[in-house]
């Protein structure tokens, strides 16, 4: 099944209809949010929380440590839940909104825990007049659940140092990862206690009820999205490489097919989490994004071989049973507001802007490509790139080189000359009324689209996706 060589530009109701789509999915979201939250503000409120901050006293260190442990525990059920690829999220605020919430809300929930425990051991020691070491040792060994959360801190404290990015850097992005799921464990250690001791919630039924059921249904949500639904779509669609082929000198490209695979409903400029049933190591899921327009029948993807699991692809047989998670990501044909189209995409990032360019409607000279490489022979996806070009008028623009060192980093040493700006602009007059999809490594992105918006481009008109965890 191939595509027609013309697609017409999706009706202007095409795209308000897109956009309706996604409004209502971040609304969702963030009502969501809203309301969990203001449902522990409302839990605190109730147990006097307030009039105890008045006296300046003991008691007001014991409700602001309630408090930061009420607000802790709210921002870990959002560290899970976020990362638990529900559709309401995913949908509403896109993997790379997620991953970067997931981050702060980490280091937050982490800052405000370790708050929550100094504030009440200084208060309940000043009520009893004992060394706050003292009353430390006496909450870990007296009181219920105590010795759970101890150790449920210490996994948090953990995963919180091997996040800071000079420490994830050493790490092999599978150790990392193993070690971060660490994070579930110390989170289902650290929660019990406050259900057990905690002065909000003995002796409030309703206080208990309510806790009780987020984080069941945020369980079940991990178990669902994260296990029972990739499974259940993996084994329905029995989806198996079909070929493995070099993409560029140092690119692989993986092709596979399956039953019913419209069904997915992927689309393009989406990933999906691979894991190939290829031997040991298969538990290891990699994210790559689709390379080709899913409407086109197989599931394609394209990479650079930089490491263990993408040199993993090149050993890849015909036949080989995959596992998938997803469709995920937002950097889909619905974030368009126009006609016009500027893609720029860098290394392995140009994979998805292809996968887009073969779906969406444009006139010849309405869609743009910048591809940026350090050797033109390294560029993947060229192939697909001129059969663009060739039948549908795309106008492709390629920058190799080293990079500049300076603010404009994202273009070659080559344009040493230009702003980064008025480059831009050269290569697209009109984009003023494009929309602009960028895809590249986290430092790339940020280098384009600073200088994107100084060349006036409405940040509603940028459209990114990060990897980056």
Request: with cysteine; hydrophobic share 50%.
């Amino acid at each position: 099944m191939t595509a027609s060589p013309l697609i017409a530009a999706a009706p202007p109701t095409a795209l308000r209809t897109r956009r309706r789509h996604r409004a209502v999915w971040r609304s969702g979201s963030v009502a969501v949010i809203w309301m969990t939250s203001l449902a522990v503000v409302a839990l605190w409120v109730a147990g006097g929380g307030v009039q105890a901050t008045w006296g300046m006293s003991a008691e007001t260190l014991n409700t602001l440590g309630r408090l930061t442990g009420l607000v802790s525990a709210n921002l870990l059920m959002y560290q899970v839940l976020l990362m638990a690829r529900v559709p309401l999220f995913e949908r509403g605020f896109g993997r790379d909104g997620i991953t970067r919430m997931h981050r702060i809300v980490g280091f937050w929930s982490f800052w405000l825990f370790l708050a929550h425990i100094a504030l009440l051991v200084a208060g309940y020691a000043a009520q009893a007049g004992i060394n706050p070491l003292v009353q430390l040792w006496q909450f870990v060994w007296d009181y219920p659940g105590m010795l759970l959360a101890a150790a449920g801190t210490a996994l948090l404290l953990l995963v919180v140092v091997l996040s800071i990015r000079r420490a994830r850097r050493r790490l092999r992005y599978e150790s990392w990862h193993l070690l971060h799921l660490y994070g579930y464990l110390g989170v289902a250690l650290a929660i019990p206690h406050m259900l057990w001791t905690g002065a909000d919630f003995v002796g409030h039924p309703l206080a208990q009820v309510y806790w009780w059921t987020v984080w069941a249904a945020t369980a079940t949500a991990v178990v669902l999205y994260r296990i029972g639904l990739p499974l259940v779509r993996s084994l329905r669609h029995d989806i198996r490489v079909r070929d493995v082929v070099a993409d560029g000198v140092r690119g692989v490209s993986v092709r596979m097919s399956g039953r019913d695979l419209r069904a997915l409903r992927a689309e393009a400029g989406q990933f999906f989490v691979w894991r190939f049933l290829d031997g040991p190591g298969w538990t290891r899921g990699h994210p790559f994004s689709l390379a080709e327009d899913p409407a086109r029948g197989d599931l394609v993807i394209s990479a650079r071989v930089t490491g263990d699991g993408t040199a993993r692809l090149t050993g890849l047989r015909p036949g080989t049973k995959v596992l998938i998670e997803g469709p995920y990501g937002t950097m889909t044909g619905g974030e368009r507001t126009g006609t016009r189209l500027l893609m720029l995409g860098a290394g392995a990032g140009v994979a998805p802007l292809v996968s887009l360019l073969q779906s969406e409607g444009y006139g010849p000279g309405e869609a743009t490509l910048l591809t940026r490489d350090h050797v033109p022979e390294e560029a993947l996806r060229r192939e697909a790139i001129d059969e663009l070009v060739r039948h549908r008028g795309l106008r492709h623009v390629s920058l190799a080189g080293g990079r500049r060192r300076d603010a404009s980093s994202w273009m070659p040493q080559s344009h040493a000359a230009w702003a980064g700006a008025d480059l831009l602009r050269h290569i697209e007059s009109s984009i003023d009324d494009a929309d602009v999809f960028v895809c590249g490594p986290e430092a790339w992105m940020r280098a384009v689209i600073a200088d994107l918006r100084a060349a006036g481009v409405d940040p509603a008109r940028i459209h990114r996706e990060s990897f980056t965890v």
